[in-house]
């Protein structure tokens, strides 16, 4: 199974890189935009140094933990986002007449370029401001694997509605794109219901509180709510999914996967 996993990696890779110049341009423009976001809070750091508590480093890790995430689950994962669409246009017959998982076969039989301009953007973060100690490199590896896992199975999880709504591909892509969005912002600038909204109905809070929760103070508390809500993630991406999927109609479609 891992030797499976890995040629499609690198067949995903190989493909990327055909067009070398498309690939480098790609992955660059995604950098680029992130670093004018950096720039922004570089500016408002100078003239605040703090943010309700947060401090230029917190919110640069922020950045490099939420960026990082959502590259590692978009290059290595990088149909989760496409779940609705194939469901909804019959394109899972392809996956259902092989003899692999079907949901992980789906997962990385796709890889977004731009997201790898995301991964090493969060390196360069990381690098720039994070904690380069052994400690500090595991407590940073622990926040990419959380932040890499709640994206991955969130976004599994809203595409599934297809199964049941029909074509959700609109509605998937805004909830996909809310869990992006509010990672991106500290915690602290949300009160009341919105912050509730956060650790409940969109698990943002769970990604975006990691620079604190985890790479500062790491409060066990947090860190345990963390991996509990992945695992929760995780066991409902899996049977809704495989639950779907009896209810799934075939599109009759006929294709070849390498």
């Known amino acids: 199974m891992l030797r499976f996993v ?18 480098l341009l790609t992955a660059g423009m995604m950098i680029i935009n992130n670093v004018v976001w950096i720039v922004f809070w570089g500016i408002y750091f100078s003239r605040f140094h703090v943010l309700n508590g947060w401090g230029l480093q917190d919110v640069m890790m922020l950045w490099a933990i939420a960026a990082g995430g959502f590259g590692v689950m978009a290059t290595f994962f990088g149909n ?9 246009t019959g394109q899972l017959d392809i996956y259902l007449t092989q003899p692999k998982p079907v949901l992980l076969h789906v997962l990385i039989s796709r890889m977004s370029v731009s997201a790898i301009g995301d991964v090493l953007f969060a390196l360069m973060i990381y690098i720039a401001f994070g904690d380069k100690s052994g400690l500090g490199f595991l407590k940073f590896a622990l926040a990419m694997v959380l932040s890499t896992l709640i994206f991955l199975f969130f976004t599994v999880i809203v595409n599934c509605l297809a199964f049941w709504l029909g074509n959700t591909e609109g509605l998937s892509f805004q909830l996909y794109n809310a869990l992006l969005t509010f990672t991106t912002y500290p915690t602290s600038i949300f009160k009341g219901l919105g912050k509730v909204v956060l650790f409940t109905v969109l698990p ?26 992945t695992l929760i993630l995780c066991i409902g991406a899996i049977t809704l999914f495989y639950g779907g999927l009896r209810k799934y109609s075939s599109g009759n479609m006929m294709g070849l996967r390498r």
């Open 80 to 88: 989760a986002s496409r779940i609705s669409n194939l469901i909804a």
């Open 6 to 23: 890995w040629e499609c990696w690198k067949l995903n890779l190989a493909g990327a890189m055909e067009f070398r110049l498309s690939f």
């Open 204 to 229: 943002a809070g769970f990604i975006s509180y990691l620079p604190i929760g985890l790479l500062r103070e790491a409060d066990l508390l947090f860190i345990v709510a963390a991996i509990g809500i």
